[in-house]
C-alpha cells in the first residue's frame, strides 16, 4: 500500500512541479501512463456523493453494471464521461477507429471528431480512414451513459500492421499537470484504500454488507492459538515497535504505558498459552531440494536473507527461526498462509507437504537464531492490557468497534488532525501510531473531506481489480502494460550471481528441477483474454494449472477477492459477461481436425497436447493442451491471438501463420485465415477427442 501511495503523492508532485503545455506535444517527463476520466453526475451531487469524480484509466473502455455507481464517490443516476490524454501512434499510417456498446459516444482526435456513435450500437461502428503521423496525437472522448446507468463502451482501431484490436494501455499518456481535479482524485482513492489497509474500521467502524468495499473485511491474524505458532519473545519484541522488526508493518504501535517492555512481555505470556493443542507438525524437510524450489517458484522476487532495506520490494527471512514455533510450524503456514489471516499477501502456492517442509528447511538453516527473553511476563496481567488495549478490535472478528464512529468523524475535520493521523505525537495522545508519512495523512484527511462513509458503502469492481494487482504485487511474476516484473529483472541478477540467493554466497543447484528461464503470460490482456468462470474456478483453485509444466505457480486467492477482482479485470476491457453457449459445427469440426496436423495442416500437434494425445515434438515451450483451450479463451481474444500472437505478446513462442491480409499458405477456405482458425475453435469446443 506504501508503494501506491508513494507513486500517487510522485504523481501529484508532477502536478505541483509542471507548467502544463499549451497546444503543444507535451515532453515525457510531463506524461504518465493512462487516460485522465472524468465522471460528471448529470443533475449534480447529492447529500452522500460529489457531482464530479477523476481518475486515470488503464483503456478507453468501460463496463458498468446496472444498479453499481461508476466510482465509489459519486451517486447512482446518469452521468457523462470525459477521457482526456495523448495517443501514441506507433507509425505513420490510415487508421479506422470502431466502438461497440451503448450509449452516446465522440471520439476527438487533435481536435477533429472522427468517430460517433449513438444508442444500442451493439454491431461496430467504424471511422472513415484517417491519415495520422507518428508520435502522441491529443485524443478526447465524451460518453454519456444511458439513464439505466448501465455503461457499455469498447473502443479498437486497426491499420495496415495490424487488425481491428482494443487500443493497448501502452499507448495510452495523459498529462497530470494539465487535469483539473485529478490530483484530488488520486488523493481520496489513496485515503480510502490507506482507510482500508489500515484496518481503521476495526476501531471506527464502517458500512457493512452487500456492495461495500470488500477490503474494509480485513482484520489482523487470529490470535486463537498464538501460543502454538509464534515464540513468547518475538511476540513480545514485535508488541512494542513492529516498523523495528519490519519498516512496512501494518500493525500500529500502541501506548503501552510506562513500562512498554514489561506491558509487551506480559502480552505476550498470555498469547502464549493460547493453544488450540491440534496444530499439526510435518516431516522434516530437505533443504537442498527447498533451496532448488525457493528459485523455481520465485520466492526471490519478494524475499531475501539480508537485512531490510527502505523498501518493501525486499521481505526479509532472517527472522523467521525467531518468530516460528518451529521449522514444522513455518511449514504449516508456507502450506496455508492465509488461515489465520484471509486476507494476508503472502501467496498461497499450493505447495504439498514435502515442498513445503523442503522449503521451510532452507529458510530455517539460513535464519537467525532467536534471542532470549529479556523479561518474564504475567499472563494474568497480559490477558487485562489485551482488553485494556482494544487489541481484540483487530484481531477477533466479532469484536465490537472502539473508538469514534466514522460517520461521527466524516465531518468533524479538526478530528483528522489529533490521534491517529496526527502530525506530532503530542497531537496523537494514547492514539495507535501506525507510523503513517506525511502523505498518508494527507491521503486520509482528502479521503475525509469526500463523504466517506458512502464512498465506503459503495464498490467499483474495476478501481478494486486495480487496487488488487498492486496490493498483492501480481507484478511481482507478471508483466503488466510493458512493465518488466520483477522476477524478470531479479532473475538475471541471480544469473549473474551464478544463482546464488541475496543475503547467501551459495549458489543454487537447479540440476533434476528443470531450466529456470521459464515464460510466465503478461497481465496486460487478462480481463479480455480469459472467460470468467474459468478464471474464477482457477484463482479459487478448482481448476488445475494448464501449464504443468511451469515452476511458477498462480497463487490460490481468497474467496472474498476472486469474484470482483475478475469481474473487475474484464469491466476494465468493456466485458460484461462470458459467450452464451454454443454447439460446434460439425464440418467445422472436421475441418479443424484436419488443420491442426503436421502434414496438410499448421502443425499444432507439434507443440500441443490433444486431449490424451501428447505433443509431437516440442521445439522450445509446450502450448496449451487443446482440451483447455475453448473453456479458458473468449472467442474475440483467440481470433486477434491467431492471427498474430507476437502483437499481443512480444515473447510469445507461437508462430504467426496469417499475413497482413488475412491470408495463410493453406488451401483451406480459399486461404481465408480468419476461417482457417475459427474452423480450429470449433473441433477445439466439439472434438471427440477432446472430451
Not at 485522465?36 to 447529492?46: D, F, I, L
Not at 490524454?85 to 459516444?105: C, E, I, M, Q, S
Not at 512494542?240 to 519498516?247: G, H, L, T, Y
Not at 472474498?560 to 474484464?570: K, Q, Y
Request: charge should be negative; proline fraction near 7%.
Amino acid at each position: 500500500m506504501r508503494r501506491s501511495i508513494a507513486r500517487v503523492f510522485a504523481a501529484l508532485a508532477v502536478v505541483a512541479l509542471l507548467v502544463p503545455a499549451a497546444a503543444q506535444e507535451p515532453t515525457a517527463d510531463q506524461l504518465a501512463p493512462g487516460l485522465a476520466m472524468r465522471v460528471e453526475m448529470r443533475g449534480g451531487s447529492a447529500d452522500d456523493s460529489l457531482a464530479e469524480d477523476v481518475r486515470v484509466a488503464r483503456l478507453l473502455a468501460l463496463h458498468v453494471p446496472r444498479g453499481q455507481t461508476v466510482t465509489p464517490f459519486v451517486r447512482r443516476g446518469p452521468y457523462q464521461i470525459t477521457w482526456e490524454g495523448w495517443l501514441d501512434v506507433p507509425r505513420r499510417d490510415n487508421f479506422v477507429f470502431g466502438a461497440v456498446g451503448a450509449g452516446n459516444f465522440t471520439l476527438t482526435i487533435d481536435g477533429e471528431a472522427v468517430l460517433e456513435a449513438k444508442g444500442r450500437f451493439t454491431e461496430p461502428v467504424s471511422s472513415e480512414e484517417l491519415r495520422l503521423k507518428k508520435g502522441l496525437r491529443k485524443v478526447v472522448a465524451t460518453y454519456l451513459a444511458p439513464l439505466s446507468g448501465q455503461a457499455d463502451l469498447r473502443v479498437t482501431w486497426q491499420c495496415r500492421k495490424f487488425g481491428v484490436e482494443p487500443i493497448p494501455p501502452t499507448a495510452w499518456f495523459h498529462e497530470p499537470a494539465a487535469v483539473e481535479g485529478l490530483a484530488e482524485g488520486l488523493v481520496r482513492r489513496a485515503g480510502r484504500m490507506a482507510f482500508a489497509t489500515h484496518r481503521c474500521a476495526s476501531c471506527h467502524g464502517s458500512p457493512a454488507g452487500a456492495g461495500t468495499m470488500p477490503e474494509l473485511a480485513m482484520r489482523g491474524p487470529s490470535l486463537v492459538d498464538a501460543g502454538d505458532r509464534l515464540q513468547t519473545e518475538w511476540m513480545a519484541r514485535w508488541i512494542v515497535d513492529p516498523r523495528a522488526m519490519r519498516s512496512a508493518a501494518r500493525m500500529p504501535r500502541v501506548d503501552l504505558g510506562e513500562d512498554p517492555a514489561q506491558t509487551a512481555a506480559d502480552l505476550a505470556a498470555w498469547l502464549a498459552t493460547r493453544k488450540s493443542g491440534d496444530l499439526g507438525e510435518l516431516a522434516a524437510g530437505d533443504a537442498t531440494n527447498g533451496h532448488a524450489k525457493f528459485v523455481e517458484l520465485g520466492c526471490f522476487t519478494c524475499h531475501d536473507f539480508a537485512a531490510e532495506d527502505a523498501s518493501e520490494a525486499w521481505i526479509p527471512l532472517g527472522g523467521v527461526a525467531a518468530k516460528f514455533a518451529g521449522p514444522g510450524v513455518l511449514a504449516e503456514f508456507l502450506r496455508e498462509p492465509g488461515a489465520k489471516d484471509p486476507w494476508i499477501r503472502m501467496p498461497h502456492l499450493h505447495l504439498d507437504d514435502a515442498e513445503a517442509a523442503d522449503l521451510a528447511a532452507f529458510v530455517w538453516e539460513r535464519a537467525e537464531p532467536p534471542q532470549a527473553a529479556e523479561s518474564a511476563g504475567d499472563a494474568a496481567r497480559g490477558e487485562q492490557a489485551y482488553r485494556d488495549l482494544g487489541c481484540a478490535s483487530c484481531h477477533e472478528a466479532d469484536a465490537t468497534p472502539a473508538a469514534a464512529t466514522l460517520a461521527d468523524l466524516a465531518g468533524a475535520a479538526a478530528a483528522w488532525q489529533r490521534g491517529c493521523v496526527a502530525d506530532t505525537a503530542e497531537a496523537r495522545g494514547a492514539a495507535p501510531d501506525f507510523g503513517l508519512s506525511g502523505a498518508e495523512r494527507a491521503a486520509l484527511r482528502g479521503f475525509a473531506a469526500s463523504l466517506p462513509v458512502a464512498a465506503l458503502g459503495r464498490t467499483s469492481p474495476n478501481e478494486f481489480a486495480t487496487r488488487q494487482l498492486d496490493e498483492r504485487r501480481c507484478n511481482a511474476c507478471h508483466e503488466v502494460d510493458g512493465a518488466t516484473s520483477l522476477w524478470t529483472t531479479r532473475e538475471a541478477r541471480l544469473t549473474e550471481l551464478g544463482l546464488a540467493l541475496p543475503g547467501s554466497d551459495e549458489p543454487v543447484d537447479l540440476e533434476g528441477h528443470g531450466e529456470l528461464l521459464q515464460l510466465r503470460p503478461a497481465l496486460t490482456w487478462v480481463g479480455e483474454k480469459l472467460r470468467m468462470d474459468w478464471t474464477k474456478g482457477f484463482l479459487r483453485g478448482d481448476i488445475a494449472s494448464p501449464r504443468s509444466w511451469l515452476h511458477a505457480r498462480m497463487p490460490k486467492l481468497p474467496g472474498a477477492v476472486v469474484d470482483p477482482l475478475v469481474e473487475g479485470l474484464a469491466h476494465q476491457h468493456g466485458i460484461a459477461a462470458d459467450p452464451e453457449p454454443w454447439e460446434a459445427d460439425s464440418r467445422l469440426v472436421a475441418e479443424g481436425r484436419k488443420l491442426i496436423e503436421q502434414t496438410g495442416g499448421f502443425g499444432c500437434v507439434t507443440c500441443h497436447a490433444v486431449g490424451d494425445r501428447m505433443p509431437a515434438a516440442l521445439f522450445e515451450v509446450q502450448g496449451i493442451n487443446f482440451r483447455d483451450v475453448d473453456a479458458r479463451l473468449r472467442p474475440g481474444f483467440y481470433a486477434r491471438w491467431m492471427m498474430d500472437p507476437e502483437r499481443i505478446e512480444p515473447a510469445a513462442k507461437m508462430p504467426r501463420y496469417a499475413d497482413p491480409d488475412g491470408h495463410t499458405a493453406l488451401p483451406a477456405f480459399g486461404g481465408d485465415a480468419a476461417q482457417q482458425f475459427e474452423s480450429i475453435r470449433h473441433f477445439q469446443h466439439g472434438g471427440s477427442e477432446l472430451k
